[in-house]
T-cell receptor, first 115, second 114 residues
């Protein structure tokens, strides 16, 4: 069964520090995609970054990077130089069905950036 | 370009009432999805559609129905509302032609059943 595990319910980080949010996944499908979404207090789901299972390099998008370790089945999100506006819930998700592109989500990590 | 829009933003229902949550996307995406998010939890898939006229159940379909008569619209119907359906409902869409299969979400509908 496909599953996403986020073991950090909450994290507190000082502004301008880097932060790593953990995500491990479980699937027997050789083809899958991993996503990170941000959910601020306003409630919307904002796409941050994507990593395909066959991608050779770790994905990067601005201050976001994805530390993809396939053998360990982990896909950690790294946010460099954190900002107050980064305070939000962060969800890791995995595409489980290439045909229908269905997603399975983890329970999320609440990140708080302190000034 | 509006993306994915959902109406209403908020709704309070009484037990046993019915309602339809509306979802529209203007990105010409083939795939559309309905998720629910319970407090402090991740999203769970209710129903999805890979094209007009084609729908299928997700992880938590009981108590809901969907239809997809056009590419743009994917309404979610709640019949006989129950307190367990109190949740935030998100509609999303994605393109079968996208290399990343990224889903884009609407702003959500917060539903309370009393």
């Amino acid at each position: 069964a496909q599953k996403i595990t986020q073991t950090q319910p909450g994290m507190f980080v000082q502004e301008k520090e880097a932060v790593t949010l953990d995500c491990t996944y479980d699937t027997s499908d050789p083809s899958y995609g991993l996503f990170w979404y941000k959910q601020p207090s306003s409630g919307e789901m904002i796409f941050l970054i994507y990593q395909g299972s066959y991608d050779q390099q770790n994905a990067t998008e601005g201050r976001y990077s994805l530390n993809f370790q396939k053998a360990r089945k982990s896909a950690n999100l790294v946010i460099s130089a954190s900002q107050l506006g980064d305070s939000a819930m962060y969800f890791c998700a995995m595409r489980t069905d290439k045909g229908a592109q269905k997603l399975v989500f983890g329970q999320g990590t609440r990140l708080t950036i302190n000034p | 370009n509006a993306g994915v829009t959902q109406t209403p933003k908020f709704r309070i229902l009484k037990i046993g009432q019915s309602m339809t949550l509306q979802c529209t996307q203007d990105m010409n995406h083939n795939y559309m999805y309905w998720y629910r998010q319970d407090p402090g939890m991740g999203l769970k898939l209710i129903y999805y559609s890979v094209g007009a006229g084609i729908t299928d159940k997700g992880e938590v379909p009981n108590g809901y129905n969907v239809s997809r008569s056009t590419t743009e619209d994917f309404p979610l119907r709640l019949e006989l509302a129950a307190p367990s359906q109190t949740s935030v409902y998100f509609c999303a869409s994605s393109s079968r032609f996208s290399g990343t299969d990224t889903q884009y979400f609407g702003p959500g509908t917060r539903l309370t059943v009393l």
